[in-house]
């Protein structure tokens, strides 16, 4: 990785981001913050730690304006810096500032705003209350996954088909997808099945036959879920925001927590037609974005290899991990060659190339820990 290009793409960053009002990680600040911590890791660079420290001070500056005049995207703000201060406190820039405090500080708000998410019935992962939830299973905290498991038991039923059905909002097309979907349900259970009560177990196994039995009977644009999406989203059908491959890893996810081997062998079959499917979805996609593009695909096939074992999977992820690093390095080089000024949306995390750098950095570097944003680990 050239460090004179990377530079190219410090200077823009820390100038497009310095007046932002977003203080998210997805096309905020803190996808700034994360950019310059990841830099510093990768070339130990003095220069980035103290970049990284005057970034995330105007944060949180910024941060308690908002709180003072709260608009209804507050709650994604505070989960994206309570997750990037969760991964920035244990390294050099604790030095600087009190991160483990202030992340107390505003758990506690988090933590204010998860009954309101359960009087509306909004547990969507990223646009309503899932998102908080997801936070607080990442870092366990016992109230409130009390309080999500209690809703979820209330507010399901089994159907005609014996499968469990989450009743939230009336006519609404069933999503299954882990950013909008049942499958971040499976996920959250998993997560939290170690920590908590037993009786969870049938209520995760539930939920895995639920989106199991969504399987389509025959191929459909080469989706394998009858999951809801507009006409205009064909890659969505595989990309992370969407698509199988997430709904894939929360069952594997699932059925670890279960110790059920042979459900995870029963997924084999459909895995083997998803690697078929991605070589097409490699051929064709130019977007490297974490959230829409190909850096999101790389990034869930690396969480689902160590579950599906296939050569087939290990290989076609290590050749495109290849072509994929080439191709973002070689746009990298582009725009520093010809001076381009970019946008917010070309530079940022969940859409623009400091997104797939940092996936290419937390590789090198063996952590990922910004995945979590995305609901993965292992």
Not at 213 to 240: C, M, P, T, V
Not at 324 to 339: F, G, H, I, P
Not at 341 to 360: D, H, N, P, R, T
Request: net charge negative; proline share 2%.
């Amino acid at each position: 990785m050239n460090q004179q290009t990377v530079a190219y793409l410090k200077d823009q960053l820390s100038s497009a981001f310095r007046e932002t009002i977003r203080n998210d990680i997805g096309m905020g600040k803190a996808g700034a913050v994360l950019f310059f911590w990841y830099s510093y890791r990768q070339f130990n660079n003095e220069e980035d730690l103290k970049t990284c420290a005057t970034l995330l001070e105007e944060l949180l500056e910024n941060l308690n304006k908002s709180l003072q005049n709260p608009t209804s995207f507050i709650f994604v703000e505070l989960t994206e810096v309570c997750y990037l201060l969760s991964i920035l406190e244990s390294s050099d820039l604790n030095k600087i500032i009190a991160l483990d405090e202030i992340r107390n500080d505003l758990e506690k708000i988090l933590k204010e705003t998860t009954s309101k998410f359960i009087t509306v019935k909004n547990l969507d992962p990223y646009s309503g209350g899932g998102y908080i939830f997801n936070y607080f299973a990442d870092n366990y905290d016992k109230a409130t996954s009390a309080l999500f498991i209690n809703f979820i038991k209330e507010n399901s039923y089994t159907n005609s088909k014996e499968n469990l059905v989450l009743s939230l909002k009336k006519d609404e097309p069933i999503q299954l997808g882990i950013t909008h979907g049942l499958s971040f349900i499976v996920l959250y259970l998993s997560k939290i099945a170690p920590y908590t009560d037993p009786d969870i177990l049938p209520l995760l196994a539930s939920f895995c036959r639920t989106i199991v039995s969504q399987r389509r009977a025959k191929d459909h644009e080469g989706s394998l879920f009858s999951e809801y999406l507009e006409d205009d989203l064909k890659n969505s059908k595989i990309s992370l925001c969407y698509g199988d491959l997430g709904i894939f890893y929360s069952l594997y996810r699932g059925y670890e927590i279960l110790e059920d081997d042979q459900k995870m062998k029963e997924l084999t079959p459909y895995m083997i037609k998803e690697v078929n499917r991605l070589e097409e979805y490699f051929k064709n996609t130019e977007d490297t974005s974490l959230l829409y593009g190909s850096g999101g695909v790389l990034l869930l096939l690396y969480f689902l290899k160590p579950y599906v074992q296939l050569p087939e999977l290990n290989s076609l992820y290590e050749k495109q991990l290849g072509i994929y690093r080439q191709k973002v390095l070689t746009t990298l080089a582009d725009y520093c060659n010809k001076n381009t000024l970019l946008s917010k949306k070309e530079l940022s995390f969940s859409q623009g190339i400091s997104g797939s750098l940092i996936l290419l950095m937390g590789l090198e570097q063996n952590n990922l820990s910004s995945a979590k944003l995305f609901y993965l680990d292992h």
